[in-house]
């Protein structure tokens, strides 16, 4: 079901000398089946913003409607929409902790009443899912790497079927293959299971290549709404929030300056690819190609010198 946001505020500690207001006015519309990357410095809102989605916090004032259904009126059962919009923190071991990883798992459906039985089977699925094999389902959680707590953290949310899948920083922390790993992962459940996916990041590159919608917030407003392209686009727009577009995006506008005919709109490394390869002359054959060894490039050097 799509989610509503309107004209949410949050302040924390109000009424006190320490008042802040973390969230301001903010509108917004997730339909059902996107792939949202949520970007902003550190202190924008956006942590504040996805613990309202399913209930953990309450607005300051503002509605938030799952489906046709006001969240905040009597007989809401919040219960319900913490099942079907599951939230993934940005440390999973705040999530973790039975002594074994598959109890880990069961607890969600033990708790929603399936036997012991059916929780298992359902805990199987869904860390066979993210990836983690039976070898581990004896081991303690707190004994795995950072990116297996993070699958085991995904598999415990999955475990429920949610609808929604709301991820803070997933990759915080974990070196690039890690990185890698769980951006992947989310892109295959988003894939294969039609999950929206949201993905909290104040890294413009981990959203660059899945991403199909980006919310990027400043000072608790929405600062830019749009598809990636037209929000990389606007880098000038993005510094002074404190954030960089991803390195394609300078990398194409520094060729455009340079005299190339590129579009500076493209987001992805294999886009950039070819629209240079185009610049250049070459065609299909060259972007499916094996991979070239260096001293391969050396023709396309000597064509780029021409540029």
């Known amino acids: 079901m799509p989610i509503r946001i309107e004209h949410v505020n949050y302040i924390y500690n109000e009424g006190t000398s320490f008042e802040k207001k ?41 509605r938030i409607f799952f489906g046709e259904q006001d969240i905040y009126a009597d007989g809401f059962r919040m219960k319900e929409l913490r099942r079907r919009v599951g939230l993934v923190f940005q440390y999973p071991e705040y999530q973790l902790f039975e002594a074994e990883v598959l109890t880990d798992v069961c607890f969600g459906p033990k708790n929603l009443g399936l036997s012991e039985d059916e929780a298992k089977e359902k805990a199987r699925q869904a860390l066979e899912a993210v990836g983690i094999g039976e070898e581990s389902f004896a081991r303690s959680p707190f004994d795995l790497s950072g ?31 890690g990185r890698d790993e769980i951006l992947g992962l989310l892109e295959q459940l988003h894939r294969e299971r039609h999950i929206t996916v949201i993905l909290v ?8 290549n899945y991403a199909d919608r980006i919310v990027v917030m400043d000072r608790g407003k929405v600062l830019l709404d749009d598809v990636p392209a037209n929000v990389f686009v606007r880098t000038e727009v993005l510094e002074q929030a404190g954030l960089a577009a991803p390195s394609v995006t300078y990398i194409m506008q520094a ?35 094996r991979p070239a060894r260096r001293q391969d490039w050396s023709p396309i050097r000597r064509q780029s010198d021409k540029h």
């Open 22 to 62: 973390a969230l301001d006015d903010i509108c917004l519309r997730i339909e059902d089946g996107q792939f949202i990357g949520l970007i902003g410095h550190t202190g924008s809102g956006k942590s504040t913003l996805v613990q309202h989605l399913n209930g953990l916090l309450r607005a300051t004032s503002g």
């Open 147 to 177: 990116g297996q707590k993070r699958r085991v953290a995904i598999a415990g949310i999955l475990v429920m079927e949610p609808e929604v899948l709301v991820l803070d920083e997933p990759t915080a922390g974990l070196d690039p293959r």
């Open 201 to 208: 990041s104040h890294s413009m590159e981990d959203v660059a």
């Open 255 to 289: 060729l455009r300056q340079a005299g190339w005919s590129v579009n500076t709109s493209v987001t992805t490394i294999d886009e950039a690819r070819d629209e240079i390869l185009d610049c250049l002359g070459l065609g299909w054959e060259a972007r499916y190609a």
